[in-house]
């Protein structure tokens, strides 16, 4: 069989045999490969199995096009592929799901990113499905843009990204009022169920919320379930997260109690951080963010945005709670509270890569260090957990802020303090969230 470009599938499947035999008796000689190497070894071993993977999709459909699946005694694509792939079982399902992916000539954008490797297949799949729920609710012309949104999100995030993408894309590229509708069809679903007593003597108790029961509880829990080392051996809090996060909420109820006993209004001190753009806000349109906890990149309707901001105000982002500006230059060495509030909006969580604890458990450090003459602003300035924060000066690694996104150099030695400027001397203003179709205006908290 000619191919009209590149090798052939003759030359292809000869090229698969001799790798097989290969990789067959690695484990023979495996101690060849120099130590420095391994880790390199094992992403082309990765590369390869992503690719082998885009290839079974390839050839499934392929074969369903040519009607060679429905030919079969096969009683399905599914089977068909387990039939003649039983190394694939487990994944002969998503590989069928995907193989109907490349079919449908309006899913190029996913069907693209599956032949190049560059999403994986179980998330191409849930990137289709998500789409398919969307699509009937999108705005005229925004089909192509939502598909590229999905595709992009879900290579980097996974199957949850994509998951967690669907609110925002309803919020800025559906109907008038449909993600207005959405929250409020969310709510009626709140409950908390009766405790059940376990045979162990604790009582179960199941609890459903909406965005906005979640951004409250979230702030209300998020100090009081951070680790807490003990005050008299400084030992390490190793109570597990489940328990820490039962255990503040128990506590913040028990303060809420104490103080109605007292006569006061509000028990306890819960900030919910929220951004939204002025426009959104004025127009009711758009969603508003949550940042800087657990809940982090959970959306508000502008509604109850504007509902929140009846009880605790709206003060822009680029400014502190007494209106001075948040660039406090490099004369003062530590963050204050307002700078750090604006890195838990921009960074959202550890900017170090792959991180995800939440902004609020993390430390700000200087990207050039202040004993170098780093300033302490917010272009200075980035978010690590106190692991990140040891290894970034252990390893002396370089960070960037770039198009409000901190970069690290993750090569060891890799700062050089005198190669970089000193940033300008401006208010700080950050986009925050997914990429807008539009122009950007200030974020806001409230």
């Known amino acids: 069989m000619n191919s009209t470009s590149g090798t052939s599938v003759a030359d292809t ?13 690695l484990h023979t000689n495996l101690f060849q490969c120099p130590t420095g190497e391994l880790g390199d070894f094992l992403s082309e071993l990765a590369e390869l199995r992503a690719l082998a993977g885009a290839a079974s999709v ?41 193989a109907h992916i490349l079919r449908r000539p309006e899913l190029a954008e996913i069907a693209d990113s599956i032949r190049t490797a560059d999403i994986d297949l179980a998330t191409a799949v849930v990137v289709q499905g998500e789409y398919d729920k969307l699509a009937p609710e999108l705005l005229p012309g925004a089909h192509p843009i939502v598909l590229k949104q999905l595709v992009n999100h879900g290579a980097e995030h996974g199957p949850r990204g994509v998951r967690e993408l669907r609110q925002w894309i309803i919020a800025h590229h559906s109907k008038p009022d449909e993600f207005a509708d959405f929250q409020d069809r969310c709510r009626r679903h709140i409950s908390l169920s009766s405790p059940t007593e376990t045979s162990t003597g604790l009582h179960e108790y199941r609890l459903v919320v909406d965005n906005e029961g979640l951004s409250i509880l979230e702030a209300a829990i998020q ?5 807490r080392p003990d005050a008299a051996t400084g ?8 328990r820490r996060r039962g255990e503040a909420l128990i506590e913040a109820l028990r303060r ?15 900030t919910v951080n929220v951004t939204m753009h002025l426009d959104d806000l004025q127009q009711r349109t758009g969603a508003a963010t949550c940042t800087g906890t657990i809940a982090d990149g959970t959306l508000l309707a502008p509604d109850t945005a504007r509902k929140l901001a009846c009880d605790a105000g ?3 982002m680029v400014l502190g709670a007494d ?10 060495r530590l963050f204050t509270l307002a700078q750090k509030r604006m890195l838990w909006a921009r960074d959202r969580h550890c900017t170090f890569p792959g991180c995800d604890i939440p902004a609020q458990w993390c430390d700000a450090h200087h990207l050039v260090h202040w004993i170098d003459g780093g300033p302490t602003d917010l272009d200075n300035a980035a978010l690590l957990c106190p692991a990140h924060h040891t290894i970034v000066h252990r390893d002396e690694l370089n960070g960037e802020v770039t198009a409000g996104q901190v970069v690290w150099d993750r090569r060891p030695g890799s700062y050089r303090p005198t190669r970089r400027p000193a940033p300008p001397d401006r208010t700080v203003s950050a986009d925050l969230g997914l990429p807008r179709q539009r122009a950007v205006s200030p974020p806001l908290r409230i």
């Not at 599914?78 to 399902?93: D, K, L, N, P, Y």
């Not at 100090?223 to 680790?227: I, M, W, Y």
């Not at 030992?235 to 489940?242: C, G, L, S, V």
């Not at 809420?256 to 819960?270: E, Y």
Request: proline fraction near 3%; aromatic fraction near 2%.
């Open 13 to 25: 499947r000869a090229h698969i045999a001799a790798l097989n035999v290969g990789l067959k008796t």
């Open 58 to 98: 390839i050839v499934t459909a392929d074969a369903e096009t040519r009607g060679v699946v429905e030919a079969s005694q096969s009683a399905s694509t599914r089977g068909w592929v387990a039939e003649h792939g039983w190394h694939s079982r487990r994944e002969a399902t998503t590989i069928a799901k995907a």
């Open 223 to 227: 100090t009081l379930a951070a680790p």
């Open 235 to 242: 030992e390490r809090d190793n109570r597990p997260t489940d």
């Open 256 to 270: 809420s109690v104490l103080a109605q006993g007292q006569g006061a209004t509000a028990a306890v001190t819960a």
């Open 314 to 316: 709206i003060i822009p």
């Open 323 to 332: 209106g001075a500006v948040l660039d406090c230059g490099k004369e003062q």
